[in-house]
């Protein structure tokens, strides 16, 4: 198929040990995801959810740029409710000096964790919400393409101001997203790994209605499909890998989340009706099997979205089965000879 593919990673916690362990694997398998041809390195953001350590982005986009030398990286994404635009702003053109050529900016609409986290995180009982993301993002441009004479915050400009913003992307898992990032001429990346819209009709919105801008770097639309995936040369254990991210998908959803449990504690687990429910709701969202019954899947996916890019994010419980799934999945598909993580 020849179809780009890209990582995202939220650095899983795996159940016995640190959460500050999971940056430590984040920055290796970076480094494996750039030996095995991956385009980009994209850095979720969540807060209070005891599975995922990636509450700053912005950091590992600074730890992973430097552990790399070829691979994009950027954030998927920074949620934008949570942060002053011209922090945001800042940031990014300050990660656009250290890494010329290589940053991307994911914007997302949603604060990515509860509505008192929420608060906390932005020092205000008025939090923000995804209503609020148009003069979110009208006011982050401002800080770099300048204010109308009249505006408030005229004449601020984010620092460094000798390199552009980076190429923004804007995340989505509704139709929405696909609308906001057509008006506003940046890429479109659809949550594919829990989005409840569909991907296809998500692309032909962005597609019909994009409008060029600087935004997007010059670039015309471009989709990005995410997609959870799992291979293991053993379809047993790959199916018990699978299981394992079901049980913590479904331990969130009720309202029980935890780290990342391995295999064996799936196995173990007393499952009740409601998590079977869950986990039998969300298969369809990951690609599980051997690396070419994975391929196979994420092929499907990407022609039925109509999609320009894949980006996978992968949870398994130890670091190097996940730096294996990573690798496979992109020898299944073909982007280039590997070498050993």
Same mark, same amino acid.
């Given at each position: 198929?020849?179809?780009?593919? /890209?990582?995202? %990673?939220?650095?899983?916690?795996? /159940?016995?040990?640190?959460? /500050? ?20 390195? +994209? ?26 030398? !070829? ?20 940031? #990014? ?5 250290? #890494? ?12 990515? !964790? %509860? ?19 148009? $003069?979110?993002? /009208? ?7 300048? #204010?109308?004479? $009249? ?28 609308? *906001? ?16 819209? %569909? ?38 254990? *790959?199916?018990?890998?699978?299981? *394992? ?25 007393? +499952? ?23 391929? &196979? $899947? ?32 992109? &020898? ?8 050993? *993580?």
């Amino acid at each position: 198929m020849g179809i780009p593919i /890209s990582v995202l %990673d939220l650095s899983p916690v795996p /159940s016995g040990a640190p959460a /500050s362990q999971a940056l430590h694997d984040t920055v290796e398998l970076a480094r494996t995801a750039e030996a095995a041809g991956y385009r980009r390195y +994209w850095l979720a953001e969540h807060h209070g959810i005891a599975s995922v350590a990636s509450s700053a982005p912005e950091v590992m986009i600074a730890a992973v740029g430097s552990a790399t030398s !070829t691979i994009r990286v950027g954030s998927g994404g920074i949620m934008l409710p949570n942060h002053s635009p011209l922090k945001v702003a800042e940031t #990014f053109r300050a990660l656009a000096g250290l #890494f010329p050529d290589r940053v991307d900016l994911g914007l997302g609409r949603a604060p990515g !964790t %509860d509505p008192r986290t929420a608060i906390a995180l932005r020092r205000s009982h008025e939090a923000l919400t995804a209503d609020d993301f148009p $003069d979110q993002f /009208s006011e982050l441009r401002g800080y770099v393409d300048g #204010f109308d004479a $009249d505006h408030p915050f005229a004449g601020i400009v984010a620092a460094p101001d000798d390199v552009p913003l980076p190429p923004v992307w804007i995340l989505g898992s509704s139709y929405y997203g696909a609308q *906001a990032a057509a008006a506003f001429g940046t890429g479109y990346a659809y949550a594919g790994h829990f989005g409840g819209a %569909d991907a296809g009709e998500a692309t032909r919105i962005y597609r019909q209605s994009f409008r060029p801008s600087d935004a997007a770097g010059a670039q015309g639309p471009h989709v990005i499909l995410g997609a959870a995936a799992i291979a293991h040369p053993d379809p047993e254990r *790959a199916y018990a890998l699978g299981r *394992a991210n079901a049980l913590s998908m479904a331990r969130l959803r009720t309202g029980n989340p935890g780290p990342l449990p391995s295999p064996e504690e799936a196995l173990a687990h007393d +499952w009740s009706a409601a998590e079977e429910h869950i986990a039998r709701s969300m298969a369809s969202k990951v690609s599980v099997g051997t690396p070419e019954q994975v391929a &196979e $899947d994420l092929e499907r996916k990407a022609r039925e979205a109509d999609a320009d890019e894949l980006m996978i994010t992968t949870a398994i419980h130890d670091p190097a089965e996940r730096r294996q799934s990573v690798r496979l999945v992109a &020898e299944a598909l073909g982007t280039s000879a590997l070498t050993p *993580a």
